[in-house]
């Protein structure tokens, strides 16, 4: 779903990139809400995992392969303004470093693969959560779903962009069809990986979580014949002792994980074109695309440059990449969580 230059014109490029230089202020504000002694930790671990699992494209059909997009499960995992951010920083990383996204399109890879993703699956993560049990199965089986339905919608955004701004005079209807079908398939992939990611946190810490907090309902009393909250006597999501992981151990698993999944798994993806790169070739999309302002980065095509073996090579880009990224993720939102820490403070109010 990464958009290169020369797919949309210069106008349409413009304004993506103030929805979404907007949508990342708006973010920023939102993020230092969500952003807590439990949060910031494990958000620069997301954006990482979600760059590391972008690496690990799989298979779906007729020669096409799909990967993770990431708005849904960082959205349930560290709430929906620090997921857009989590995603924007891996866009920023994968665009700058490795020449994967244009620099240029960058305003429409935002606005797409995080804004869109992030808006639509937490929608439908949260109205579905209305309406089922309180309990995390429900947060498993809702994440799968808003997972599912975010990747099409992404294809549709993308769609209503290139009609606005397509660079080649192609039938947008057939466009339509092509990347929602084959979108469609992806999104089964990316909400399975959502959702067993998901339901393994769930398993060792529900309380970091974001999605799943306010779970337990709580006790209700009558008084007076109205049924009325009890005081809350323990936390909304307690932790098992049997599932008592400290938030140390699960970091370094899953920056270990995201590690070995972007250093060693990633070498037996597919190397099946994505379902942009498919539909742009068979429908003359990418007729007009451009040279990436990145191709000569040492990281340029996830390989380090100069290192002939391609196994080694492909490892170490991933590897750096994780690091970049987790570096990257991790500087932003604890300067963020800094700055709420600031702002609650106590003030002087004596005169």
């Not at 949060?39 to 760059?51: D, E, H, M, R, S």
């Not at 972008?54 to 959205?75: C, D, E, I």
């Not at 955004?157 to 929602?180: C, E, P, Q």
């Not at 099946?272 to 990436?292: F, S």
Request: aromatic share 6%; proline share 4%; hydrophobic share 50%.
């Amino acid at each position: 779903m990464h958009v290169p230059d020369g797919f949309i014109d210069a106008p349409a490029s413009a304004v993506t990139g103030v929805v979404a230089a907007g949508a990342l202020a708006v973010s920023l504000r939102g993020a230092r809400r969500e952003l807590d002694e439990r949060t910031a930790p494990l958000a620069g671990l997301v954006a990482a995992f979600i760059f590391a699992v972008q690496m690990l494209n799989f298979p779906v059909a007729a020669g096409t392969s799909g990967h993770l997009l990431g708005g849904a499960l960082a959205a349930i995992l560290v709430g929906p303004y620090t997921a857009v951010l989590c995603v924007s920083v891996v866009l920023l990383m994968q665009g700058v470093l490795f020449a994967d996204g244009g620099l240029t399109a960058l305003g429409v890879n935002i606005t797409d693969m995080a804004l869109v993703t992030t808006v639509v699956s937490y929608a439908v993560f949260r109205g579905l959560l209305a309406v089922l049990p309180r309990k995390r199965r429900s947060v498993t089986v809702a994440s799968f779903v808003a997972a599912l339905v975010s990747v099409p919608a992404a294809a549709v955004a993308f769609t209503l962009i290139y009609a606005i701004g397509g660079t080649t005079d192609v039938a947008i209807g057939k466009v339509a069809t092509a990347m929602i079908g084959v979108h469609v398939l992806i999104g089964i992939g990316e909400a399975v990986i959502t959702a067993l990611t998901v339901g393994a946190v769930i398993a060792v810490r529900p309380d970091l979580v974001y999605g799943a907090r306010g779970l337990r309902q709580r006790l209700q009393l009558r008084v007076n014949g109205t049924l009325v909250d009890a005081p809350a006597a323990e936390p909304a999501t307690p932790v098992p002792a049997a599932a008592r992981t400290s938030r140390r151990t699960l970091w370094v698993t899953g920056l270990v994980t995201s590690l070995v999944l972007a250093g060693f798994v990633s070498f037996y993806a597919s190397a099946n074109p994505d379902g942009l790169e498919k539909v742009a070739h068979d429908k003359g999309i990418d007729k007009k695309e451009e040279e990436h302002a990145a191709a000569d980065s040492p990281l340029a095509d996830y390989g380090v440059k100069d290192v002939s073996d391609a196994r080694l090579s492909g490892g170490l880009a991933g590897v750096i990449g994780v690091g970049v990224t987790v570096v990257a993720g991790s500087a932003v939102f604890w300067a963020l969580r800094r700055r709420r820490t600031d702002d609650a403070s106590p003030v002087n109010t004596s005169v």
